[in-house]
């Protein structure tokens, strides 16, 4: 029967492999969450802007003009703030698919040498077959010849 020595290091790459897999999917759709509310912040900012610009061939009151660019620059602030996470968040998923990537190249290594191995097996296996065979067909022929 073949039996792998590293069976138990490949078990372990494979369950890191595993690990990081779900960590990279976890971290890529909280990526994707967060792109999409910087998308809405920034269709919001628009929406803002269009009813500013709206108003503004009608005379407005200084105060609520005043008031209303100083929520678009709180706005802003926000949005810089969320873009500042979403690149930090796109930083972290690229360094986790790098990992991910060495992990499985390590892995993918290990499943190449279990299978030179098992080739090596079979190959041994066939050969002591072969020898046990023709030891038995060299046997039976001597007690044939009195």
Do not use: C
């Not at 290091?9 to 759709?29: H, I």
């Not at 009608?58 to 709180?74: C, G, I, S």
């Not at 190249?105 to 046990?132: C, G, M, P, T, V």
Request: no cysteine; charged share 40%.
């Amino acid at each position: 029967m073949f039996v792998f020595k590293l069976q138990s290091v490949l078990d372990a790459r494979k369950a890191k492999e595993d690990q990081l897999l779900g960590e990279y999917r976890e971290l890529a759709r909280a990526l994707e969450a967060e792109k999409d509310r910087l998308a809405a912040m920034e269709r919001e900012k628009e929406r803002m802007l269009n009813r500013l610009r709206a108003k503004h061939p009608e005379p407005q009151p200084a105060q609520e003009l005043e008031m209303e660019v100083t929520y678009l620059k709180v706005w802003n602030a926000k949005m810089d703030t969320q873009g500042a996470l979403v690149a930090r968040l796109r930083e972290e998923v690229e360094g986790k698919r790098r990992a991910l990537m060495e992990v499985m190249k390590d892995r993918k290594i290990l499943e190449n040498l279990k299978e030179r191995h098992f080739e090596e097996y079979k190959q041994l296996r066939a050969s002591l077959e072969r020898l046990a065979a023709d030891e038995t067909a060299v046997l039976r022929h001597g007690r044939k010849e009195p």
